[in-house]
């Protein structure tokens, strides 16, 4: 079965690939993505200072998804330029996420990193756990700002991480901006953000940072993250292809994800508990069910969702 996708012109060995988040810090962790299933080498989001982030307790897992604060730990920027070069040798794309505490630190690590010669450029704009710093991809303004400054410095595709949206209106508006923008692909959902998890034994929240507020994940998103696919393809299909992100645990998931619009689907709070054979599973469960029901490669399935007659 023929599992490749493509996203703005760059050819990814297979549609499954590791969301920006877990276990795609260090070296080491990029390193065996490398090794692995994943069609990509995507970095944890990197911003211009290495940071600890929040105080721990930050992650919490439940079956049906996961909650984090993790507050963007990661080892600053000029750690991922000098990895990138060498995460070449694996000979599959490289996206490096970016983040910024203001604007002019996205330009400066946007600028930089597009020197390294990552494949693919994602700016973050929906990090949901800095402690007082509201997620720029609910401001339609300073969203527009950050993107068409960063755009003219990166060479490379350059995708958007957006937060869900709620309304049509919003998911529009935002559609305005990434076109304005001359954004190349688009990567929703990242985690609904400011959900609360409550322990009634302990009558206590899961996580410390913020009070207990934090970024939901996992199984129980997918609804919000396939209507969020589906709108911004509605929107944007012949310009921008998307990365579905969200509840994808199964073959299935990743299906409908398709369906719904996706070029490529990416794997967070299910890459997180379950390892890196994750890759190897889900490839193998589309691919079975591709088979099954007739189809000859994920590209065929993308956008193929139907709807009632009226
Ligand atoms: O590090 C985090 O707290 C984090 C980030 Br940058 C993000 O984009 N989404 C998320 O759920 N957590």
């Avoid at 393809?233 to 299935?252: A, C, F, H, N, T």
Wanted: negative net charge; proline residues 6%.
């Amino acid at each position: 079965m023929r599992l490749a996708a493509e996203i703005a012109g760059v050819t990814f060995p297979s549609c499954i690939i590791n969301a920006s988040g877990p276990l795609c810090t260090t070296f080491e962790e990029l390193k065996a993505l490398g090794h692995s299933a994943s069609g990509a080498i995507v970095t944890k989001s990197m911003t211009k200072e290495a940071r600890a982030g929040n105080p721990e307790p930050r992650y919490y897992e439940f079956p049906q998804g996961s909650l984090n604060s993790m507050g963007l730990p990661n080892l600053g920027y000029q750690k991922y330029a000098e990895f990138i070069p060498r995460l070449k040798e694996f000979g599959k794309p490289i996206i490096a996420s970016v983040a910024g505490m203001n604007g002019h630190e996205y330009e400066e690590i946007a600028g930089y990193i597009s020197s390294k010669g990552p494949d693919l450029i994602e700016i973050n704009l929906s990090c949901p756990n800095i402690i007082g710093k509201p997620q720029l991809g609910y401001d339609w303004e300073a969203s527009e700002a950050v993107l068409k400054t960063v755009r003219p410095l990166v060479s490379q595709p350059l995708g958007v991480k957006l937060p869900p949206y709620f309304d049509p209106i919003h998911q529009e508006v935002m559609a305005g901006v990434l076109k304005r923008a001359r954004i190349d692909f688009v990567v929703v959902i990242n985690s609904v953000g400011n959900a609360l998890i409550i322990d009634p034994d302990t009558e206590q929240v899961v996580i410390r940072p913020k009070d207990g507020f934090g970024g939901l994940g996992g199984a129980c998103i997918k609804p919000v993250a396939l209507a969020n696919v589906r709108a911004f393809y509605q929107l944007l299909s012949e310009e921008m292809p998307i990365i579905g992100v969200g509840g994808i645990v199964s073959g299935v998931d990743a299906f409908e994800h398709l369906l719904a619009g996706a070029s490529a689907v990416a794997v967070g709070t299910a890459f997180a508990k379950e390892g890196l054979g994750i890759f190897q599973r889900l490839g193998e469960e589309l691919g079975q069910l591709l088979k099954q029901k007739g189809y000859s490669s994920a590209q065929g399935v993308i956008g193929k969702l139907r709807v009632m007659d009226d």
